[in-house]
């Protein structure tokens, strides 16, 4: 039994690794080895894939594309959530319910649905191919998980805090954000985490609106054919980049995410 213990979460935990180990595997090898021979590791160890990314501006451009607009949609959708957030968890008003319900609809609805009126709505405004572009499409989808999320926290928190506040001498701004917000870091942090990591692997509403300016490491990665066919090693070291962004951000919020799955709507 005590090897049971044990043997079981590690035979798990090899299990879930097993697909990264193989793509990062993959990426330090050619092709050519990739599809001749199976081997669990490299026999012809390259860094040539890498060096292409690194060096080449269609690739590296792409990641710095991604993290732009991801950022910029992370920032929009939790600013935009918290006073929304606090008004459901506060205040009683006609529809209250429904509204809330009617948000998380949004987030429950296909992005494909939306594509082609974002691309007819960008191009029309002149925002087509832009960052903004993107990070606008996809607070449509962030800002009602990020309200759901955060209002699940805002409720925990007792209203008597607000009225200590007040009492205090504290204008509503001067609580909400030295007070309030700090209150509720752990589920601010679950929000922005989530937010993060869907507008970094979104590829049709990203890939849609935008063309050279502002193309995704995302689309990047769907045009690596050649003639002699797809450069799999390429495409490994590609992929195995785009987790670093995702391990960070959950690094650095994992005790926020362990609070959010204990105390708010995770």
Known sequence: MARAKWLIPTIYIIFLMLPIYWLVSMSFKTTNEILGSFTLWPQNFTLENYRTIFTDPTWYSGYINSIIYVTINTVLSVTVALPAAYAFSRYRFLGDKHLFFWLLTNRMAPAAVFALPFFQLYSAIGIFDTHLAVALAHTLFNIPLAVWILEGFMSGVPKQLDETAYVDGYSFPAFFVKIFVPTIAAGVGVAAFFCFMFSWVE????????????????????????????????????????????????????????????????
Do not use: D, H, Q
């Open 203 to 266: 590829l049709l509403l990203a890939k849609t609106l935008t063309a050279v300016a502002a193309k995704p490491i995302a689309a990047t990665m769907t045009k690596t054919a050649s003639s002699s066919g797809y450069e799999l090693g390429l495409l490994a070291a590609a992929g195995t980049l785009t987790i670093i962004p995702g391990a960070i951000v959950i690094w650095f919020v994992r005790n926020y995410i362990a609070k959010g799955f204990a105390l708010g709507r995770v």
